[in-house]
């Protein structure tokens, strides 16, 4: 079975600077995708990027960027200028690759607060 | 709007009521999916259902009974529920990996079992 790690339940950046939000999981599977969302206060849970395990360059969303790590299996968010829009919780979620629908696999997320 | 609407957005219950929660989208996806978020733990899945067909039951308790007339339309029955499944229930659709690999949650509808 997958799991998904995220090891920072809460973690707080001014406005501006850089945060990195860590992620971890365990699989046996080789093909998969990887996601970051967010999930603001109004509940919707929002998906900020996503990686294909196959890919080799880390996936860029304007000041979202994410350092993938396949040997290691670890899954970084990096949100560069921060926002105080940015302040959310945010999950990290995991997919196998198949021919049908695979379920997402959560962490138990980190909340992010961006200080003015 | 993300094109996945889900209510009520809140719902307070008895132990004893019988409601039902919504989902519907309009994205011509054909798999949905049911959530239940809990504060401090992952998102667990409770149902999937590919084409209106279920497809995975994540050991979910009977009194949580899922239903999918089509595959725009899913329903969470709920009854003779227990205070620890207050929470925050979020459907979501999605096409098969590799078309479109992406979620489209809706809001959730916040439950509150008394």
């Known amino acids: 079975a997958q799991t998904v790690t995220q090891s920072q339940p809460e973690m707080s950046v001014q406005e501006a600077e850089t945060v990195t939000l860590s992620c971890t999981y365990d699989?046996?599977?080789?093909?998969?995708?990887l996601f970051w969302y967010k999930q603001p206060p109004s509940r919707q849970m929002i998906l900020v990027i996503r990686q294909e395990a196959y890919k080799q360059q880390n996936a860029t969303e304007n000041r979202f960027s994410v350092n993938f790590q396949k040997a290691a299996k670890s899954f970084s968010l990096k949100i560069s200028d921060s926002q105080l829009g940015d302040t959310a919780m945010y999950f990290c979620?995991?997919?196998?690759?198949?021919?049908?629908?695979?379920?997402?696999?959560f962490g138990k997320g980190t909340r992010l607060s961006v200080i003015a | 709007e993300t094109g996945v609407t889900q209510t009520p957005r809140h719902l307070v219950m008895g132990m004893t009521n019988k409601k039902s929660l919504k989902c519907e989208q309009h994205l011509g996806h054909n798999a949905m999916y049911w959530y239940k978020q809990s504060a401090k733990k992952p998102l667990e899945l409770m149902f999937v259902y590919n084409f209106k067909e279920q497809t995975e039951n994540n050991s979910v308790p009977s009194r949580f009974s899922p239903e999918c007339p089509n595959s725009s339309h899913l329903f969470l029955h709920l009854h003779t529920l227990q205070p620890e499944d207050s929470a925050l229930y979020l459907c979501?659709?999605?096409?098969?990996?590799?078309?479109?690999?992406?979620?489209?949650f809706g809001s959730g509808t916040r439950l509150t079992v008394v």
């Open positions: 979501a659709s999605s096409q098969p990996a590799g078309i479109n690999y992406g979620y489209t």
């Open positions: 699989t046996s599977e080789n093909n998969y995708y």
């Open positions: 979620a995991f997919m196998t690759l198949n021919s049908g629908n695979t379920p997402l696999v």
